[in-house]
């Protein structure tokens, strides 16, 4: 089970093969949905790569972590 940005819960798909692996980071391409919300073609992935892979998603974070440091600097 994972937690995607939007806070629903997402299972892998019973026939996936990352059931056993159980990954901590992936993406996938599909979502299905039936009594549960399942993720079909979905591919583990590093947590690290997240930056370089997305962007767009983790530039405000970085951003605002880049300001808080220069302005703890200017204060001093």
């Known amino acids: 089970m994972v937690q995607p940005w939007n806070f629903c819960f997402v299972f892998l798909h019973p026939s996936s093969v990352l059931l056993e692996r159980k990954p901590d980071c992936l993406v996938f391409n599909e979502l299905m949905h039936t009594t549960r919300t399942y993720a ?5 992935i590093e947590a690290r790569w997240l930056p370089e892979l997305a ?6 974070k ?3 972590a880049t300001a808080g440091v220069s302005a703890a600097g200017a204060a001093r």
């Open 62 to 64: 970085a951003s605002a």
């Open 40 to 44: 079909r073609d979905a591919t583990a």
């Open 55 to 60: 962007p767009a998603f983790f530039a405000a």
